[in-house]
């Protein structure tokens, strides 16, 4: 079955830009979401289709995705981004999978 | 603004059947284009799919959950449920009911989730 994988934590020092990975086969061929989890709350989607942000969602989050690796990227970190990340992608365009979350830790 | 909100038992017996209720508020399950669909969260772990059904009624499921697993639509009441059979202590979870838009392959809108235990 179609796995992704992510480091499960990621420091950053405020203002700095945070970059969080997602490593699947041939995960640059399919498109790669991005959702935001604070503690207590429901995920929020930060990025769609790779590169694209949800209204709402501050420009200093940014995608990529290419080969085998999508990147989430926030520049200028900022403390309320401290969260935990899920990225997600499609197996044969039907089954929906995430990758193991990263913690990421403004400090 | 479409929002959704699970509701069911809190606590489950094992070897029963979870029933969970996604009720959708400000717009209409029966538009198409989305995904209607399950996620659950174990607790301090990562995110799960459970499975999916399209307006049409075409269901896709978790290949580790399918043989327990149905999903539904009542679009009389305006929501979708879901139904996990022979529950153990390993399906207690937060269970998440979302929408996606087909195009944008992504869950959009996310309700608060509904914590479900299961023991006896």
């Known amino acids: 079955s179609y796995e992704l994988t992510q480091p499960p934590s990621v420091s950053v020092s405020p203002g700095q830009t945070a970059s969080i990975t997602c490593s699947g086969d041939k995960l640059g061929e399919k498109y790669a979401c991005w959702y935001q989890q604070k503690p207590g709350q429901s995920p929020v989607l930060v990025m769609y289709?790779?590169?694209k942000r949800p209204s709402g969602i501050p420009e200093r989050f940014s995608g990529s995705n290419s080969g085998n690796t999508a990147t989430l990227t926030i520049s200028g970190t900022q403390a309320m981004d401290e969260a935990d990340y899920y990225c997600?992608?499609?197996?044969?365009?039907?089954?929906?999978?995430f990758g193991g979350g990263t913690k990421l830790t403004v400090l | 603004q479409v929002q959704l909100q699970e509701s069911g038992p809190g606590l489950v017996k094992p070897s029963q059947t979870l029933s969970l209720t996604c009720t959708v508020s400000g717009g209409s399950i029966s538009s198409g284009g989305y995904y209607w669909t399950w996620i659950r969260q174990h607790p301090g772990k990562g995110l799960e799919w459970i499975g999916y059904i399209y307006y049409s009624g075409s269901t896709y499921y978790n290949v580790s959950l399918k043989s327990r697993v149905t999903i539904s639509v009542d679009t009389s009441k305006n929501h979708f449920s879901l139904e996990l059979n022979s529950m153990t202590a390993a399906d207690t979870a937060v269970y998440y009911c979302?929408?996606?838009?087909?195009?944008?392959?992504?869950?959009?809108?996310w309700g608060q989730g509904t914590m479900v235990s299961v023991s006896s």
């Open positions: 979302a929408r996606g838009p087909m195009d944008r392959k992504a869950f959009e809108i």
């Open positions: 289709q790779d590169t």
């Open positions: 997600q992608a499609w197996d044969r365009n039907t089954y929906v999978k």
